[in-house]
């Protein structure tokens, strides 16, 4: 036998040992996958309505790509999914890396479930472009829920901007509820202006918050607190829970000093434990009593509807933006006028004019 190199005396951990020969291939009998062929939009239809989530996440995965023909069925299911869909109660949940967005969707989750319906979880994560891949809404950060037979996961969208990102997971939610699912949690990363789009998208809209060393206030923006339908400090638990009782205090105290919101809902703020499961009944509380509120003085609808406007004008511009740059024509025609202005040949504005006639 040859003697091994790692018996020798000399031998101290970290050499590289030559391998042995690869095959030339791991299955010779492997042939290549065939393309499955592309679906027709009014099957995809029927098994949505029927709520198979195989269709389900097929037409999303179509809503996602950027190929023409993909985009053309999926904006014939979606056509042929509104009349079927806003039937749901959707809610946007946000919170800083860590603040325990997963662990609290997934006791949210299975606490709305107990009582039968169904939920689907998307995400918006505009940083999912750089991170190659999604972070949020990824399956195995809610272990419960992933496996449970209502609940749908499907990750961010991570192609595009913000804008485009946020536009297709608007698309995945009239889908999900021609689908039957009766509640949609939308999650977001609290640092940016992905809460805006969730915003946009949303009937309640839940911020996450931890107690920290005292400055709560300190580094969350107003304008979070602003869009904010509930405040929830999480991880009251243990030796924490007299510190979430007072940024809690603090909360109350600072959401004073904002004027009532269009709703007339006065934003309410609770802790509790998504870990240990405490206070999770009294969050779901908090947000059943908003949507009665809401419903009864008519701000729901009135919501819905400015959303739809939003969205309206947000498709236009962003249609009309990609319409101008993608012209290949244009393309160069841009570029000299770039040029031009940086070699100061030019104003920007006059370049702008320039191309825009
Ligand atoms: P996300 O980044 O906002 O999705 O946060 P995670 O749900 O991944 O949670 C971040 C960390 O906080 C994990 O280590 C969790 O175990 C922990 N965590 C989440 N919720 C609680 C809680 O209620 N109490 C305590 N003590 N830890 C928690």
């Known amino acids: 036998m040859e003697k091994h190199p790692e018996n020798s005396p000399e031998y101290v951990g970290l050499t590289v040992n030559a391998g042995v020969a690869q095959p030339p291939s791991v299955n010779p009998y492997l042939k290549p996958r065939r393309r499955q062929p592309l679906p027709s939009a009014a099957d995809l239809v029927e098994g949505i309505l029927k709520g198979d989530v195989t269709r389900l996440a097929r037409a999303v995965t179509l809503i996602e790509s950027v190929a023409?023909?993909?985009?053309?069925?999926?904006?014939?299911?979606i056509e042929k999914c509104l009349?079927?869909?806003?039937?749901?109660?959707?809610?946007?949940?946000?919170?800083?890396?860590?603040?325990?967005?997963?662990?609290?969707?997934?006791?949210?989750?299975?606490?709305?479930?107990?009582?039968?319906?169904?939920?689907?979880?998307?995400?918006?994560?505009?940083?999912?472009?750089?991170?190659q891949g999604s972070i949020l809404g990824d399956k195995t950060r809610m272990e419960k829920l992933a496996v449970h037979?209502?609940?749908?996961?499907?990750?961010?969208?991570?192609?595009?901007?913000?804008?485009?990102?946020?536009?297709?997971t608007r698309e995945t939610i009239v889908l999900c509820e021609a689908a039957g699912f009766d509640n949609v949690f939308v999650e977001t990363v609290g640092v940016g202006q992905s809460e805006t789009a969730v915003h946009s998208m949303v009937d309640f809209f839940l911020l996450i918050q931890l107690a920290g060393t005292g400055d709560e206030l300190q580094g969350i923006k107003r304008g979070i607190m602003e869009m904010a339908d509930g405040i929830v400090i999480n991880k009251a638990d243990g030796d924490n829970?007299?510190?979430?009782?007072?940024?809690?205090?603090?909360?109350?105290?600072?959401?004073?000093?904002?004027?009532?919101?269009?709703?007339?809902?006065?934003?309410?703020?609770?802790?509790?434990?998504?870990?240990?499961?405490?206070?999770?009944?009294?969050v779901w509380d908090m947000i059943d009593r908003y949507f009665h509120f809401v419903k009864e003085n008519g701000y729901f609808e009135r919501r819905r509807l400015n959303q739809a406007r939003y969205w309206m004008y947000e498709t236009i511009d962003s249609e009309l933006r990609r319409r101008f740059y993608d012209d290949p024509d244009r393309a160069s025609l841009i570029a000299e006028t770039e040029r031009k202005v940086l070699d100061n040949r030019l104003s920007p504005f006059a370049a702008a004019q320039l191309l825009l006639k």
Do not use: M
Request: proline share 10%; aromatic share 8%; charged share 20%.
């Open 68 to 77: 023409p023909q993909h985009q053309a069925i999926a904006q014939e299911v």
């Open 83 to 131: 009349p079927y869909s806003g039937h749901s109660r959707r809610i946007g949940i946000t919170g800083v890396p860590g603040a325990g967005k997963s662990t609290s969707i997934d006791v949210f989750g299975l606490h709305v479930l107990k009582d039968g319906g169904k939920l689907a979880v998307l995400a918006i994560d505009p940083s999912s472009e750089r991170t």
């Open 149 to 168: 037979p209502n609940a749908f996961i499907r990750p961010s969208p991570s192609a595009g901007s913000l804008g485009g990102v946020a536009r297709k």
């Open 241 to 282: 829970i007299e510190r979430a009782k007072l940024a809690q205090a603090q909360f109350r105290s600072a959401l004073r000093l904002f004027p009532t919101p269009p709703s007339g809902w006065t934003p309410e703020v609770l802790t509790y434990s998504g870990y240990f499961e405490l206070g999770i009944p009294e």
